[in-house]
């Protein structure tokens, strides 16, 4: 009886997992995507498996996101990538010395630790960039001090938000030497072509680069001197046979290091205000338009020119990253969302409690790729997060650039 039990529950588990030629996905990347939502069958022990929501096959969501598009064949769908797309981009070079150059961007831990090179210190690498950070600047203003007492025992020690803004400066001329390959930039300029907006978590201007390298016209939005606006606002807009489409870096910018990049524990920490406000900012917004929220809402508010309204205190409502992940499909792609990046942890918990009450089914997609296993700490899915797992990181992205 026991053996005539587990059988069926063989049977059971196959007839689960039907495949893509079966469902019809015509991506042929799609098509070698493995699911890693642990699921009763699945799991490698009863534990693993207790507690993880069951819900629509991820594989289907993906294929049908990808095929949702705006009037103009972008999609709607808000693609959100990470320090990964180096990885793709050295992949994609031609050339050792170019495909050599991309290791400063490869081994991002390991960029935020060189930094210290300048000041003749020893470099200390942790597992976590945020802390590498921290501690390379508290580093920097211990040196600078013991330096400075050595000259002048009346010398005044360096703040550390002084030895942060130095460490950012050098941290950002190294990112403005990113190598220009045109093969590779122009694989990524198609891919940003596919999508009306792309949520850039990195500092360098490979996506801009992209834009220009495939012909599009950029339109740099221009920065206050608010810092909040410079990392919540657009970057800039691209235009280009009939298409329209906006980057967004919510972590800020190479070519603005004094006020344009949050980076480290302390600047993720601060960024939640701003966050928290544009995010009360977003849903009065929704309630100044006239359908009230909705749809139509939220076509008119992702519009080419989006639907900024002004507030009865007189400030503009202005469309911003939190926007998008307020009620959009997120996919994501080349990042873990490390736990330290606080501001984004809280946007993603803060989107599930608003779409708590709306049916499952109703509810917008928050899909992460990745290759291989992926990332541990997403396992079960917090935040809504569904992982898509491909066997390799070059198919994972290549679905999102396959028509």
């Not at 069958?41 to 289907?60: F, M, R, Y």
């Not at 221009?222 to 410079?230: F, K, Q, T």
């Not at 708590?356 to 109703?362: F, H, L, T």
């Amino acid at each position: 009886r026991a053996a005539l039990v587990a059988i069926a529950t063989l049977v059971a588990c196959s007839r689960l997992r039907p495949s893509a030629a079966f469902l019809g996905l015509r991506n042929s990347s799609l098509a070698r995507l493995k699911m890693t939502i642990p699921n009763a069958c699945s799991a490698t022990s009863v534990e693993h498996a207790l507690g993880i929501p069951s819900g629509p096959d991820p594989t289907l969501q993906l294929q049908a996101t990808l095929d949702d598009v705006n009037d103009d064949g972008t999609r709607r769908a808000v693609l959100v990538v990470g320090a990964g797309l180096h990885r793709q981009l050295r992949a994609l070079t031609r050339g050792d010395k170019l495909a050599t150059s991309w290791e400063a961007f490869t081994d991002w831990n390991g960029l935020l630790a060189s930094i210290v090179d300048v000041y003749d210190l020893p470099r200390v690498v942790h597992e976590d960039p945020a802390a590498t950070w921290e501690d390379t600047v508290a580093r920097i203003v211990a040196a600078t001090g013991e330096a400075g007492r050595k000259a002048d025992a009346n010398a005044a020690v360096l703040r550390p938000g002084d030895a942060e803004q130095q460490a950012l400066k050098m941290l950002a001329k190294e990112l403005r030497n990113l190598p220009a390959d045109h093969h590779a930039l122009e694989w990524l300029g198609r891919l940003l072509l596919h999508f009306r907006d792309v949520v850039c978590l990195n500092y360098d201007p490979a996506l801009e680069m992209s834009a220009k390298e495939v012909g599009a016209e950029i339109t740099r939005v221009p920065s206050s001197s608010s810092r909040a606006r410079s990392t919540l606002g657009c970057s800039f807009t691209w235009t280009t046979q009939g298409r329209h489409g906006r980057v967004w870096n919510p972590h800020g910018q190479a070519r603005c290091p004094s006020r344009g990049i949050i980076l480290g524990t302390t600047s993720y920490g601060q960024a939640l205000s701003a966050v928290t406000k544009a995010w009360k900012r977003a849903k009065q917004a929704e309630r100044l338009h006239e359908s009230g929220g909705g749809p139509a809402y939220w076509q008119a508010r992702r519009a080419v020119t989006p639907f900024e309204p002004t507030s009865e205190s007189g400030y503009l409502l202005m469309l911003t990253w939190v926007d998008l992940f307020l009620a959009s499909d997120l996919i994501v792609i080349g990042t873990s969302l490390d736990r330290a990046e606080v501001d984004l942890w809280w946007a993603l918990h803060q989107r599930q409690r608003n779409l708590a009450r709306v049916p499952e089914a109703e509810r917008p997609k928050t899909l992460l790729l990745c290759g291989g296993q992926g990332p541990q700490h997403l396992a079960t899915g917090p935040a809504g997060i569904s992982v898509l797992r491909f066997d390799q990181w070059s198919e994972a992205w290549q679905s999102l650039n396959e028509q």
